[in-house]
């Protein structure tokens, strides 16, 4: 069992950066795939970014390459998205997500585990 709590979002201008954490709970962390998703209102779940447990291969949603940066710190138990040149359009609630099969890609139904988002707003 692994539980995820998110946390860093927040209200930024367009071009601005956040970082987001999620922190995990449960000692099986480090033997998972982690993700992070959004949700904009009245949109579908996303795939935003995943990294494999050992950190050393990561996979990212065509629309946040070069911006976005996943990593984790198996250590502290907790993974990172770092968002750079935010644009209106990544406004969305972000959720981090564990998946125990350690695939590491875009498919929601992969994840077991999911935290319970952090809003992020970007404003023009």
């Known amino acids: 069992q692994v539980q995820l709590v998110e946390s860093g979002g927040g209200l930024v201008q367009a071009g601005g950066s956040l970082r987001l954490s999620c922190a995990a709970s449960g000692r099986t962390f480090s033997r998972y795939a982690m993700g992070w998703f959004r949700q904009a209102p009245g949109k579908e779940r996303e795939f935003v970014a995943a990294?494999?447990?050992?950190?050393?291969?990561?996979y990212y949603a065509d629309s946040v390459k070069g911006r976005f940066t996943i990593s984790r710190d198996n250590a502290k138990n907790t993974v990172y998205l770092q968002m750079n040149n935010l644009k209106p359009e990544d406004t969305a609630v972000y959720y981090c997500?564990?998946?125990?099969?350690?695939?590491?890609?875009?498919?929601?139904?992969?994840?077991?585990?999911w935290g319970q988002g952090t809003q992020v707003t970007v404003s023009s």
């Open positions: 990294i494999r447990w050992s950190g050393g291969s990561t």
């Open positions: 997500a564990a998946d125990p099969g350690g695939r590491a890609r875009e498919r929601v139904a992969w994840y077991d585990y």
